[in-house]
């Protein structure tokens, strides 16, 4: 299970709180868009057929539900995980999300790289282990989402995408590392959001691999949380703690009790 999280929303007129949420949903959501977002900028006109996955945990489960809204082309998922018993597991639970998909586990993760367009990375590394990727196919996209799975080495060789660039330099990340091993950060080409405005092409021009490395931005969980917040005041969801705010200094007795 992901790690759980409290997110507060404080009003921007009051600067009152105006709802506590369980975040560690938000957060998985707010990750998996931003994957899906990359991948459907990043592959162009080619068409999602194959999508492969390295980590079976609920990252890139979301990430599975939001690419069959925003690339519902996908016929395949390969899926390769440590353990086959998580694997296993995960293969059942993306079957509910989908009826038509084909799922099929892998023991190597050579065999996603090979047969898969766009191959998204959410496991637990706390340092590179895949050192090569040249077996991945001509334009291939790589959605760098635990940020520590690939070396120094292929970030510098990649051209690369962030949301961030100072978030994603940083706290031994691939791209942090590759910045220390080159002394400057111009292997880093644009932003996802540069390209999302049309300041930047969606890809460069020298046939490079894609490698999308997102940190993560807490502003964008704010968002999610004030959309939840929203769709839950119109929906009448969730309960309303009418005692949660103290009364005025002014209408409390020396006490501290309301007058």
Known sequence: ?????????????????????????????R???????????LKGSQKLTTLGLIGTGLINFEIVRFLLTTCPEIETVLVCDLSQ?????????CQQLSDRLSIEIVAESSTVLKKSSVISFATTATKPH??????????????????????????????????DIDHASRAQTSVHLAELASGNRDFIRTTIGDILNGDAPA?????????????????????LGQLAYKLAIEQQMGETIESFLPASWLERDES????
């Open 256 to 259: 501290g009790v309301p007058a």
């Open 85 to 93: 018993e998580r694997a296993e597991q995960f293969k059942r639970k």
């Open 203 to 223: 890809r460069s021009n020298d046939n490079k691999l894609s490698i999308y490395s997102p940190f993560g931005l807490g502003v964008l969980d704010l968002a």
């Open 31 to 41: 990750t998996a868009a931003s994957a899906a977002i990359g991948a459907e900028q």
């Open 130 to 163: 895949i050192s090569d990727l040249s077996q991945c196919q001509p334009n291939a996209v790589i959605l760098h989402i635990s940020l520590r799975d690939l070396s120094p080495e292929i970030i510098l060789a990649a051209d690369n995408i962030v949301d």
């Open 1 to 29: 299970e992901r790690a759980s999280a409290t997110l507060i929303l404080n009003s921007t007129q009051t600067g009152h709180t105006k709802a506590i949420m369980e975040s560690s949903i938000i957060s998985a959501k």
